[in-house]
T-cell receptor
Framework: ETGVTQTPRHLVMGMTNKKSLKCEQH?????MYWYKQSAKKPLELMFVYNFKEQTENNSVPSRFSPECPNSSHLFLHLHTLQPEDSALYLC???????????????FGDGTRLSIL | QQQVKQSPQSLIVQKGGISIINCAYENTAFDYFPWYQQFPGKGPALLIA?????SEKKEGRFTISFNKSAKQFSLHIMDSQPGDSATYFC?????????FGAGTRLTVKP
């Protein structure tokens, strides 16, 4: 059983829809991350949260809106997405008392998002 | 530009052979160099990682070689098995930044 669970596994939506991706970690970690994985491109770090506080936003368009209600749950709210946003969205978590990207990260299996 | 360049893009190895994947980074402030393994339909999983205070780290059949002066590191998979067929990603990071390579698709033929 993976320590990081993502739902749904697959999502198809139109450009005018609003949907949300959910991530839950069962590892007792304090930091959580959203990544975008596109074909033949490096993983792109989108958002970083530590103790529910966002500490990183790598120039992500505002049509992606993260939410972290507690240290175990992370959401990514989607609205008016573009076809180029079709990708695998990965959630990850890591240990540590503060944000530290130089620590092992545990990934979920991702949500495959397709924008029509 | 702070990139991590990974090569080759794809690799085919016979069972029992050695698989070698290389990465080069630019930011000398990076101090953590992990390798992740990803199977189809799954998220990446940490395979092995190294910090720049050592030049080599071995865990079972997997070895990382690290050359700080050249800003390069590589993954060696000894006695490669069909079950090792997956995509491998290198990464380089420090406290504030993390960059991934574009991945290498490894196929180990029986």
């Amino acid at each position: 059983e993976t320590g990081v669970t993502q739902t749904p596994r697959h999502l198809v939506m139109g450009m005018t829809n609003k949907k949300s991706l959910k991530c839950e970690q069962h590892l007792g970690h304090n930091a959580m991350y959203w990544y975008k994985q596109s074909a033949k491109k490096p993983l792109e770090l989108m958002f970083v949260y530590n103790f529910k506080e966002q500490t990183e936003n790598n120039s992500v368009p505002s049509r992606f809106s993260p939410e972290c209600p507690n240290s175990s749950h992370l959401f990514l709210h989607l609205h008016t997405l573009q076809p180029e946003d079709s990708a695998l969205y990965l959630c990850a978590s890591s240990q540590g008392d503060r944000i530290s990207l130089n620590q092992p990260q545990h990934f979920g299996d991702g949500t495959r998002l397709s924008i029509l | 530009q702070q990139q991590v360049k990974q090569s080759p893009q794809s690799l085919i190895v016979q069972k029992g052979g050695i698989s070698i994947i290389n990465c080069a980074y630019e930011n000398t402030a990076f101090d953590y160099f992990p390798w992740y393994q990803q199977f189809p339909g799954k998220g990446p999983a940490l395979l092995i990682a190294i910090r720049p205070d050592v030049s080599e780290k071995k865990e079972g059949r997997f070895t990382i070689s690290f050359n700080k002066s050249a800003k390069q590191f590589s993954l060696h998979i000894m006695d490669s098995q069909p079950g090792d067929s997956a995509t491998y990603f290198c990464a380089a990071s420090n406290n504030n930044d993390m960059r991934f390579g574009a991945g290498t698709r490894l196929t180990v033929k029986p």
